[in-house]
């Protein structure tokens, strides 16, 4: 850069020094040598005013003489650097040095053209200057083809942050065990690096085979809820189906997915990207309304990045979905599907922290199948794990989803009952009874049920001790009762 600003100097000099040698009077001032001049050049009177302008300057702005002599050159300067102009001239007329200046001049359409003029005193009488001399180079390209390096640049700049952020996320994603704050997480970096303002994760699901948003930014809550895309339908479910990225500029005009845009999305362009693991579709990331505006137009740069980011996403996922498969295993009885006598006793102390914390009724149930030893000797232990299976499947599906029901031990279940009064938990009861005498097995089998009721005096231990009289006394009383202990 340096280099071309010596030359351009050189040049501006050399073209100064042979405009002196010639024009040595006023009427030299319209000389052929003036006008033929390859530098922008003009002379300016000590008004400010254009004396003359030579062919190069009224050829590249497209004016006529008459449209620029006498008028104020300041009238063809772009308007912050006018008073620089002015003073430049000042200083020349008063002998002081001056430096060369760079001026942008007003074309006749209304075009800049950037000119690095240097100025100087030009016509004396009684050794005052009469008129300066303003020559100068075209340096418009020069100019631009600087601002594209700088944008480059910065472009770079930009990209390479970019990067970084991505790399920098590898570690805390892979230590997000839990899959919804891990989707979660995956968003807020997805539309913080790339400068979005709405982003939504997609998760296959295998058994009806659609796709369903997992987690999303800037999107309605029903929208949220509601969408569900088979795989080869819509834009999301192409991209899972085909195992393509999609970077879409325009979404009215792309050749693949021309089509009008949704009045709810700012920006018409977008990023559409599957999740994939094993060459298996995982989900898809949809990503839109680049920039603050949301006008922005996303880059195969920004669709790379993506990738990128998506490629950690597919390995936390599997590994969040692993975790949650050993978590069910670990708390899951493996014959009914039921929580087991672990996992009951770690949440029945946190629903008792709960109670005490907030006032809340609470209670517990406790139940077991009558004569059950007597089915097992009849049809077996395969017979009988049927019937656990069956009595499990319909408790489970008569009670309402926050109450948690476990298998205790062998043919013994509890069921928690949060917010749930004495009564309430009793009527709870009786429906759980007509659901088991409506069952079809190979004999009628009925439950006995004990309920206890908490209070703040006690612990979890306690509540099930208190359950356990009940269900004794159930047993005591003949079986198929329910007795509360409130």
Same mark, same amino acid.
């Given at each position: 850069?340096? /280099?071309?600003?010596?030359?351009?100097?050189?040049?501006?000099?050399?073209?100064?020094?042979?405009?002196?040698?010639?024009?040595?009077?006023?009427?030299?001032?319209?000389?052929?040598?003036?006008?033929?001049?390859?530098?922008?050049?003009?002379?300016?009177?000590? /008004?400010?005013?254009?004396?003359?302008?030579?062919?190069?300057?009224?050829?590249?702005?497209?004016?006529?003489?008459?449209?620029?002599?006498?008028?104020? +050159?300041?009238?063809?300067?772009?308007?912050?650097?006018?008073?620089?102009?002015?003073?430049?001239?000042?200083?020349?007329?008063?002998?002081?040095?001056?430096?060369?200046?760079?001026?942008?001049?007003?074309?006749?359409?209304?075009?800049?053209?950037?000119?690095?003029?240097?100025?100087?005193?030009?016509?004396?009488?009684?050794?005052?200057?009469?008129?300066?001399?303003?020559?100068?180079? #075209?340096?418009?390209?020069?100019?631009?083809?600087?601002?594209?390096?700088?944008?480059?640049?910065? #472009?770079?700049?930009?990209?390479?942050?970019?990067?970084?952020?991505?790399?920098?996320?590898?570690?805390?994603?892979?230590?997000?065990?839990?899959?919804?704050?891990? +989707?979660?997480?995956?968003?807020?970096?997805?539309?913080?690096?790339?400068?979005?303002?709405?982003?939504?994760?997609?998760?296959?699901?295998?058994?009806?085979?659609?796709?369903?948003?997992?987690?999303?930014?800037?999107?309605?809550? /029903?929208?949220?809820?509601?969408?569900?895309?088979?795989?080869?339908?819509?834009?999301?479910?192409?991209?899972?189906?085909?195992?393509?990225?999609?970077?879409?500029?325009?979404?009215?005009?792309?050749?693949?997915?021309?089509?009008?845009?949704?009045?709810?999305?700012?920006?018409?362009?977008?990023?559409?990207?599957?999740?994939?693991?094993?060459?298996?579709? +995982?989900?898809?990331?949809?990503?839109?309304?680049?920039?603050?505006?949301?006008?922005?137009?996303?880059?195969?740069?920004?669709?790379?990045?993506?990738?990128?980011? +998506?490629?950690? &996403?597919?390995?936390?996922?599997?590994?969040?979905?692993?975790?949650?498969?050993?978590?069910?295993?670990?708390?899951?009885?493996?014959?009914?599907?039921?929580?087991?006598?672990?996992?009951?006793?770690?949440?029945?102390?946190?629903?008792?922290?709960?109670?005490?914390?907030?006032?809340?009724?609470?209670?517990?149930?406790?139940?077991?199948?009558?004569?059950?030893?007597?089915?097992?000797?009849?049809?077996?232990?395969?017979?009988?794990?049927?019937?656990?299976?069956?009595?499990?499947?319909?408790?489970?599906?008569?009670?309402?989803?926050? #109450?948690?029901?476990?298998?205790?031990?062998?043919?013994?279940?509890?069921?928690?009952?949060?917010?749930?009064?004495?009564?309430? &938990?009793?009527?709870? &009861?009786?429906?759980?009874?007509?659901?088991?005498?409506?069952?079809?097995?190979?004999?009628?089998?009925?439950?006995?049920?004990?309920?206890?009721?908490?209070?703040? /005096?006690? #612990?979890?231990?306690?509540?099930?001790?208190?359950?356990?009289?009940?269900?004794?006394?159930?047993?005591?009383?003949?079986?198929?009762?329910?007795?509360?202990?409130?």
């Amino acid at each position: 850069m340096e /280099n071309n600003q010596d030359k351009t100097k050189n040049q501006l000099s050399n073209e100064l020094v042979s405009l002196r040698l010639h024009i040595k009077n006023i009427e030299d001032r319209d000389g052929l040598l003036f006008d033929r001049n390859p530098a922008f050049s003009m002379i300016v009177d000590s /008004n400010g005013k254009v004396e003359n302008v030579n062919k190069v300057f009224l050829s590249n702005l497209n004016y006529s003489k008459s449209e620029i002599i006498g008028q104020p +050159v300041i009238n063809f300067i772009i308007g912050e650097q006018s008073m620089a102009v002015l003073a430049q001239i000042e200083k020349d007329f008063r002998g002081e040095e001056t430096h060369e200046l760079e001026v942008g001049l007003y074309a006749k359409d209304g075009s800049v053209r950037t000119v690095l003029f240097s100025s100087s005193q030009l016509l004396f009488q009684e050794e005052k200057p009469l008129s300066i001399l303003m020559a100068g180079v #075209d340096i418009t390209a020069r100019k631009k083809a600087e601002e594209v390096l700088q944008q480059l640049h910065e #472009d770079s700049r930009r990209e390479g942050q970019k990067l970084e952020q991505v790399l920098s996320i590898d570690q805390r994603i892979s230590s997000i065990l839990e899959l919804n704050h891990l +989707v979660d997480f995956i968003i807020e970096k997805a539309t913080e690096i790339l400068g979005a303002q709405r982003c939504s994760l997609m998760l296959l699901d295998m058994e009806s085979q659609e796709l369903l948003i997992k987690g999303a930014k800037g999107l309605d809550e /029903n929208v949220i809820k509601e969408t569900r895309v088979k795989l080869g339908e819509s834009i999301s479910g192409l991209v899972a189906r085909d195992f393509k990225p999609l970077v879409v500029m325009n979404i009215e005009t792309d050749s693949l997915v021309a089509r009008k845009s949704n009045p709810s999305y700012k920006g018409k362009s977008f990023l559409s990207l599957p999740i994939k693991l094993h060459d298996k579709i +995982v989900g898809v990331v949809n990503v839109t309304d680049k920039d603050p505006n949301g006008e922005g137009i996303f880059t195969q740069t920004d669709s790379k990045i993506l990738a990128m980011i +998506v490629q950690q &996403a597919a390995i936390a996922i599997e590994n969040a979905n692993h975790c949650k498969e050993l978590e069910y295993l670990s708390t899951t009885d493996s014959l009914t599907g039921l929580y087991n006598h672990r996992y009951f006793m770690r949440t029945l102390e946190h629903e008792v922290e709960r109670s005490k914390r907030y006032g809340k009724p609470k209670c517990l149930l406790m139940l077991d199948i009558d004569d059950f030893k007597s089915y097992n000797d009849t049809y077996g232990h395969l017979g009988g794990n049927q019937v656990l299976k069956e009595i499990s499947r319909a408790i489970k599906e008569s009670l309402r989803t926050v #109450d948690i029901i476990c298998r205790y031990a062998g043919d013994e279940f509890v069921i928690i009952l949060p917010e749930t009064t004495i009564l309430q &938990a009793e009527i709870i &009861a009786e429906k759980i009874k007509k659901v088991i005498s409506n069952l079809k097995l190979k004999r009628v089998i009925t439950l006995s049920m004990g309920i206890a009721a908490y209070h703040k /005096n006690i #612990d979890g231990r306690d509540l099930i001790l208190k359950a356990d009289q009940a269900l004794y006394q159930a047993k005591k009383e003949g079986k198929n009762e329910i007795c509360c202990l409130p």
